[in-house]
C-alpha cells in the first residue's frame, strides 16, 4: 500500500498537532488495519447500530483514556496522523496500544496549555482506534488513529497518571429528505469552486467528495479539510442534527471561499500592476530607440536641457551655478527610474527656482514712509523715526554709491553691511507684528512672518541634508523661494520662545541668519551653497529678553515697545478697532459710534492690559449686540455712552481703584508696589502681618530667589531701625512675622520690590498706614540705599491704569521718566528717593492722621518734598 499523503490545516503546533489523509486513502487504510488490528469486542455492534458493509463490529468501553488533542477536532469517519510527545500522553499510547487499541480524542480548550485537565477539555470527543504506532528519534510517538464515533464525557476517572473518563456513545441524527439532498449539493460545489482556488487540495478528495452519499460522512471529511478555528471544528461535532451539520458547513465554506476570492482578486491586481509596469518600461525603451533614430531627444534630454535653461536664467552665484551644473550632468547620466533620479531633480528644482537676483525696488520716499506708517499706527514714535532713518539712510547710499566705491575697495575684512536687524520687545497686544507688515508697505517691499514659538529642532532654519529620505531646505530657504524676493521683509514673531533639545538649538542657528557680517553667504543644510541673506530686513519679536540667548541679542537692535496710555487707547479704538469691528459686523459708519468716555469707561472696567486686544474684544462684543437690536428692529443706530457701557456689556470686571481701596484700609501693613511682566507693567500688592512668637519672620506668594533675598534684606533693615519705629528692644523676640504676596499662584520674582517691602513691615511696626494713592518701586540695600531698577516706563502706566496719582522711585531712575508720555507725567506726582527713610517719609501717614480719614473715605496727600518730589 501506497504511503498515506497528508495535509497541515494549520500552522505546525507543538507535539500532540497531527496532519490528516484523503478520503480514499482512509478507505484504503480502513481496510487494511482493522484486519492487522486485534479484534475490538466480541461481535458487538458499533457505535449502537452495528457496523456497515460487514467490518467488525466493535463496543465502546464504559471508560476510555482521554488523549487531549491541541487545536484539532477528530472526526468519526476519518483516518488522522498524531504526534504524541507529553510523558502522560506516551504512556497512555503504550498501555493502550498493548490492550485494546481503543482511546478517547477530546480537543483541549485552549491550544497553549501542555497539560490541560478536566475542565479545560471539551465534552464532546472521538472514540478512535490505534492502527499504527512509529517511535521517533527524538522521543516523540507518531501513530495513525480512525475515528469511530462520537462520544460524550460524563465524568473523570482518574487523573494520573493519565486522564481516564466515563464516556458514553452520542449518535448523530441523521435525516432523509429532500432537503438534506440540496444542502448536500450546496456543499460540494462551494468545495469544487474552493478546490479550484486551492491548488493543493488533492483531486482524489474532489473526487471523493462528489461520489459521496453518506451525508455525515461528507461533513467530517470536509471538515478535516478546509481552515477551521477550533471553535468552528467543536461546533460541528458537538451538533446532532446532521442538516444542521451541513448547514453550519455551508456557512463556514462560503465565508471562506469569499476571502479566497478576494484574495484571488488582490493577487491578480498585484500581478496586472507589475505587468503594466513592465510594458510601460518596455514601450518607453522603444520609445527612445525610435527618438533616436529620428534624432529627436527623449523625455529626459528634454528636462535636463530645460535645467540648463533655467540655471542659464536664473544668474546665479558662481559656486552655486557649479554645483547645480554639476548635479545636472549627474542627472543626465541616470535612468529616470533610479531613486536618486528624483532626488537630484528636486535638488535643481529649488535652485533654479531661488530669487538669487530677483528683488523688489525700494520706495525711498520719506513722506511716503511717514504717510504709510502714520495711516497703519498710532504713537509709536520711536519705531517710525528707526525706519525713516533706515530709509533715508538707504537713500542717500544710493545717491553717492559712486563717491564712497574707493573706499569699499580699501577695507578687505569688513564688508558693507546692508540689512537691518530689529527686535520689538513689548507685550502682548501692543502693535509688534502688525508693524512688520506697515513696514514693508512703507518701503514697497515684500512681506512675510515666520512664527518660531515652539521650534526645537536646528533643521527648521538651516534644513536637512540630502542624505535623508524626504530631505527639504530650511524654513528661511522654503519662505524665499515662495515670496520670490532676495530682500523681503521677513519677521520672526516669538523669538523668545525658541526651544532646544538633542535635535540642535535653533537659537544658535540663527546666529549666522541675524549678523550683518556673516549672513551674506548663509548655508543651508540641503542647498549647501551660499545664498546671500544680507539685503532680507529681518524683524524679530518678544515679550521678555529673559530667554533669549546673549550672543542672539548682541546681534538685534533692540526697540522696547510699552504699553499704551488710557489717550492712546482712545484714539487706537477710535481710529482703528470700532471702524474694523463695524467692517466685521456688517454695520455702517452711521449706525454704531462710541463717545470718549464709553471707550474710556471699557478701558478702566472691563480691561486691564499694556495692549489693546481686550478692549477690541470688548468693542466686539458691544457690536454683536447691537446688530442683534437692528435685527430684531428695536433700532437704527446708536451712539454708546457711558451708561450704556454698563448695560451692554453687564458688571465690570476689574473696577478703576476699586481694588486699590478694598485693599487700602486704615489698617497697617498693607503697601503697594510696581512691577513688569511679560504682559506689560502691574501693581503688586504686599502685606505684612505680625503675632506672638518668637523671631519666625516667614513669606509666601511663590516668591523667587530674588524676591526671597529682597523680603529678608528689608526684615533686617527694619529690625536695625527698631529704635528708630518707636520699639522695645526685645520686641522680635516676642513676635513672629508673616510677609505675602497676594496671587500666590503667580510666580514672582526681581528685586524692585524691596522699597514696598520695608514701607509694608515699617507700616506694620510703627502702626501708620499707607497712603492709598502711592505706588512704590526700587532695589534697597541693608544700609539703606534705594538703588535704580528696570521698567520705570511700564511700572508709572500700570499705576496710572490702577487710579494712582503719586509714584516713589529711585533718583538715578529719574532720567528713565522722560519716556513717560506727557500726558502721564503731566497728571500724575514723582518723588524721587536715595534712602529708605525718605521713602518712609513720602508713603506713611502720619502717626497724627493715620486715623482721621478725609470724610469722602480718602487719605490726606502726601507732603511736598521741595528736593526730591517731581511733578508733571
Known amino acids: 500500500m501506497p504511503e498515506p499523503k497528508t495535509k497541515k490545516r494549520k500552522a505546525a503546533p507543538p507535539p500532540d498537532e497531527q496532519s490528516v489523509k484523503t478520503t480514499k486513502e482512509v478507505e484504503e487504510e480502513r481496510s487494511v488495519s482493522i484486519s492487522e488490528s486485534q479484534p475490538v469486542g466480541q461481535g458487538s455492534p458499533a457505535s449502537e447500530g452495528g457496523g456497515p458493509d460487514g467490518e467488525p463490529q466493535f463496543t465502546i468501553p464504559e471508560v476510555l483514556p482521554i488523549l487531549p488533542l491541541r487545536g484539532l477536532v477528530v472526526y468519526p469517519h476519518t483516518t488522522v496522523p498524531l504526534t504524541v510527545g507529553q510523558p502522560r500522553s506516551i504512556r497512555l499510547v503504550d498501555e493502550a496500544v498493548a490492550g485494546d487499541r481503543v482511546i478517547g480524542l477530546v480537543a483541549s480548550r485552549n491550544p497553549e496549555l501542555e497539560m490541560p485537565g478536566p475542565g479545560e477539555i471539551y465534552d464532546y470527543g472521538t472514540v478512535a482506534q490505534i492502527h499504527r504506532l512509529f517511535r521517533a528519534p527524538d522521543g516523540t510517538i507518531r501513530l495513525l488513529v480512525q475515528g469511530m464515533a462520537r462520544i460524550t464525557v460524563d465524568d473523570y476517572t482518574n487523573l494520573e497518571p493519565y486522564l481516564k473518563a466515563q464516556v458514553s456513545p452520542a449518535p448523530e441524527t441523521v435525516e432523509q429528505n429532500i432537503e438534506v439532498e440540496a444542502l448536500m449539493r450546496n456543499v460540494v460545489e462551494q468545495f469544487g469552486k474552493m478546490a479550484d482556488l486551492v491548488p493543493s487540495i488533492p483531486g482524489e478528495l474532489i473526487n471523493a467528495a462528489l461520489n459521496v452519499d453518506d451525508p455525515l460522512q461528507l461533513v467530517y471529511a470536509l471538515s478535516t479539510y478546509i481552515r477551521l478555528d477550533l471553535e468552528d471544528q467543536q461546533r460541528l461535532l458537538r451538533l446532532d442534527s446532521v442538516l444542521e451539520k451541513l448547514r453550519t458547513l455551508m456557512e463556514i465554506l462560503a465565508k471562506e471561499l469569499e476571502v479566497l476570492e478576494l484574495g484571488r482578486r488582490i493577487q491578480s491586481e498585484a500581478q496586472s500592476e507589475m505587468e503594466k509596469t513592465q510594458r510601460e518600461y518596455y514601450l518607453r525603451e522603444q520609445l527612445k530607440a525610435i527618438q533616436r533614430e529620428l534624432g529627436e531627444g527623449d523625455e529626459q534630454a528634454v528636462e535636463v536641457e530645460e535645467f540648463r535653461r533655467k540655471i542659464e536664467a536664473s544668474h546665479m552665484p558662481e559656486e552655486a551655478e557649479r554645483e547645480a551644473r554639476r548635479e545636472l550632468d549627474r542627472l543626465s547620466r541616470l535612468p529616470t527610474a533610479a531613486a536618486e533620479y528624483g532626488v537630484i531633480r528636486t535638488y535643481l528644482d529649488w535652485m533654479v527656482n531661488l530669487p538669487w537676483e530677483a528683488q523688489t525696488d525700494d520706495n525711498l520716499n520719506i513722506g511716503h514712509a511717514r504717510e504709510v506708517l502714520e495711516e497703519d499706527h498710532y504713537g509709536l514714535e520711536d519705531i517710525k523715526e528707526r525706519i525713516l532713518e533706515y530709509l533715508a539712510v538707504r537713500k542717500l547710499r544710493q545717491e553717492r554709491a559712486e563717491e564712497f566705491q574707493e573706499y569699499k575697495s580699501l577695507d578687505m575684512v569688513r564688508r558693507e553691511r546692508e ?82 533639545d538633542f535635535r540642535g538649538d535653533p537659537a544658535s542657528a540663527l546666529l549666522e541668519v541675524l549678523d550683518p557680517e556673516q549672513n551674506f553667504e548663509f548655508r543651508d543644510h540641503y542647498v549647501d551653497v551660499p545664498f546671500d541673506l544680507s539685503r532680507v530686513m529681518f524683524i524679530t519679536t518678544a515679550n521678555a529678553l529673559d530667554t533669549i540667548p546673549m550672543p542672539l541679542l548682541d546681534r538685534m537692535e533692540l526697540i522696547q515697545l510699552s504699553g499704551y496710555t488710557e489717550y492712546e487707547k482712545v484714539q487706537i479704538a477710535q481710529q482703528y478697532l470700532v471702524p474694523r469691528q463695524r467692517r466685521e459686523n456688517g454695520l455702517r459708519a452711521e449706525e454704531l459710534s462710541f463717545t470718549d468716555n464709553a471707550l474710556l469707561t471699557v478701558i478702566r472696567d472691563f480691561t486691564r492690559e499694556a495692549g489693546v486686544r481686550s478692549l477690541e474684544r470688548e468693542i466686539g462684543a458691544v457690536a454683536r449686540k447691537i446688530v442683534t437690536r437692528i435685527a430684531e428692529g428695536i433700532t437704527n443706530s446708536v451712539i454708546v455712552d457711558e451708561p450704556d457701557v454698563r448695560t451692554l456689556l453687564d458688571h465690570p470686571r476689574f473696577g478703576y481703584r476699586t481694588e486699590i481701596e478694598e485693599r487700602l484700609t486704615n489698617m497697617p501693613g498693607v503697601a503697594i508696589g510696581l512691577s513688569v511682566t511679560i504682559f506689560g507693567g502691574d501693581v503688586l500688592f504686599i502685606e505684612a502681618a505680625q503675632m506672638p512668637g518668637s523671631k519666625g519672620f516667614q513669606y509666601t506668594g511663590q516668591l523667587g530667589q530674588v524676591m526671597q533675598e529682597s523680603a529678608r534684606a528689608a526684615f533686617s533693615y527694619v529690625r536695625s531701625k527698631a529704635d528708630d519705629l518707636g520699639l522695645p528692644s526685645d520686641y522680635f523676640d516676642k513676635h513672629d512675622v508673616h510677609l505675602h504676596v497676594p496671587e500666590g499662584a503667580v510666580p514672582k520674582d526681581g528685586p524692585s520690590a524691596g522699597v514696598t517691602m520695608v514701607t509694608a513691615l515699617a507700616s506694620l511696626f510703627s502702626g501708620r498706614p499707607v497712603r492709598s494713592n502711592v505706588a512704590m518701586t526700587g532695589e534697597i540695600t541693608l544700609r539703606g540705599q534705594v538703588l535704580p531698577v528696570g521698567g520705570i516706563k511700564d511700572k508709572v502706566l500700570a499705576a496710572h491704569r490702577a487710579g494712582l496719582d503719586t509714584v516713589i522711585l529711585p533718583r538715578r531712575n529719574k532720567d528713565a521718566l522722560e519716556d513717560v508720555p506727557e500726558e502721564i507725567r503731566n497728571s500724575m506726582t514723582f518723588i524721587q528717593v536715595d534712602d529708605v527713610g525718605a521713602v518712609l517719609e513720602a508713603a506713611l501717614l502720619p502717626a497724627a492722621e493715620s486715623a482721621a480719614p478725609h470724610g469722602d473715605g480718602t487719605l490726606p496727600e502726601p507732603e511736598k518734598q521741595p528736593d526730591s518730589a517731581v511733578s508733571g
Open 419 to 500: 540689512g537691518a536687524i530689529l527686535c520689538f520687545v513689548g507685550p502682548p497686544g501692543v502693535g509688534k507684528t502688525s508693524l512688520g507688515a506697515s513696514i514693508a508697505r512703507a518701503m514697497g517691499r515684500k512681506f512675510t512672518r515666520m512664527s518660531l514659538g515652539g521650534i526645537r529642532d536646528e533643521a527648521e532654519i538651516r534644513g536637512f541634508r540630502r542624505t535623508y529620505i524626504g530631505a527639504m531646505p530650511g524654513r528661511l530657504i522654503q519662505t524665499l523661494r515662495r515670496i520670490g524676493s532676495r530682500n523681503p521683509v521677513i519677521m520672526l514673531d516669538e523669538i523668545d520662545k525658541l526651544g532646544r
